[in-house]
Each structure stands twice: as structure tokens, then as C-alpha cells.
């Protein structure tokens, strides 16, 4: 996608999850053009994305991304941004 984006990732199935989550979120960021970033909205149940998903996005990225982690949203989430730089 070439433009910033989010992907909700929190409800329904994702939920119990933690392996479709991390996939998902791969997928996600796979999917951004260089240049733009994409927000990825994780369950409540599984915690700050920083503790999960991040090293799993820098094994599979590298250097080709930067991650900040954004807040818990309104909903109970939790907001990682993804930015694609490579």
C-alpha cells in the first residue's frame, strides 16, 4: 500500500490467537510501500506489542524497518507503527 495505514488485529479470531496475530502483522507490513508506515492494533489479552511482536517483525524484516510504539487505544489495544524505510 502506498499510503500510511492501519490494520485492526484485536477482535474476533485474533483474540486467542498470538501465531495469527504475529502473521498477520508480517503480512501487514509486507504489504507497505516503502516511505509509509502501518499501525498495527493488537488484543488487550497479549500486552504491549513491544514484548511480542517487535522481535518477531525484526527477525523478519532487519533494517528495513523502524517500529514506535504508539499507546493502548480507547478500545483496550494496543498501537505498534511499523514504517517501512527499505
Known sequence: METNWSI????GEYECNLELVVREA?????????????????PANFGNP???L???????FGNKID???IDQC????????????K
Open 8 to 11: 485492526s488485529l484485536e477482535d
Open 26 to 42: 508480517l503480512d501487514a507490513v509486507q504489504q507497505t510501500a516503502k516511505g509509509f508506515y502501518v499501525n498495527v492494533v493488537t
Open 50 to 52: 513491544e514484548d511480542y
Open 54 to 60: 517487535s522481535e518477531a517483525l525484526l527477525l523478519f
Open 67 to 69: 517500529m514506535k510504539y
Open 74 to 85: 480507547g478500545c483496550g489495544g494496543y498501537v505498534l507503527r511499523v514504517w517501512k524505510n
